[in-house]
C-alpha cells in the first residue's frame, strides 16, 4: 500500500498486523529531516526548471470554492484542485 499527500496531515494508521491480514505490504517512509529537505530542494529545483509538472485533476471558478473544499476535503479528488480567478 502505498499512501502519499497527506491531505489530512498525517499518515494513514495502519497497523503492520491489519495490513499482512489482507496480504497488503506497508512503505513507510524513514527519511531524516535532513534527507527530507533535500529530497523537497531537489523537487523545487526541478520545478523551477520545467521538469517537473503538477497533474491538474479539476478546476472550478472561484464562485464554487466550497464545492472545491468539500471535493477535496472529501478525498473526491485525484491531483491538484484549481480555483479560476478571472
Same mark, same amino acid.
Given at each position: 500500500?502505498?499512501?502519499?499527500?497527506?491531505?489530512?496531515?498525517?499518515?494513514?494508521?495502519?497497523?503492520?498486523?491489519?495490513?499482512?491480514?489482507?496480504?497488503?505490504?506497508?512503505?513507510?517512509?524513514?527519511?531524516?529531516?535532513e534527507?527530507? @529537505?533535500?529530497?523537497? /530542494?531537489? #523537487?523545487?529545483?526541478?520545478? !523551477? %526548471?520545467?521538469r517537473? &509538472?503538477?497533474?491538474? +485533476?479539476? @478546476?472550478?471558478?472561484? /464562485?464554487? #470554492?466550497?464545492?472545491?473544499? !468539500? %471535493?477535496?476535503?472529501? &478525498?473526491?479528488?485525484? +491531483?491538484?484542485?484549481?480555483?479560476?480567478?478571472?
Open positions: 500500500m502505498i499512501v502519499f499527500g497527506l491531505a489530512s496531515g498525517k499518515w494513514t494508521d495502519v497497523s503492520d498486523e491489519a495490513a499482512a491480514d489482507r496480504g497488503v505490504t506497508l512503505v513507510r517512509p524513514r527519511a531524516t529531516p534527507e527530507l @529537505r533535500g529530497f523537497v /530542494e531537489s #523537487a523545487l529545483a526541478e520545478a !523551477a %526548471a520545467g517537473l &509538472r503538477p497533474v491538474i +485533476g479539476q @478546476r472550478f471558478p472561484l /464562485e464554487r #470554492a466550497a464545492d472545491a473544499h !468539500a %471535493a477535496v476535503q472529501s &478525498r473526491a479528488t485525484v +491531483g491538484k484542485t484549481l480555483l479560476e480567478v478571472r
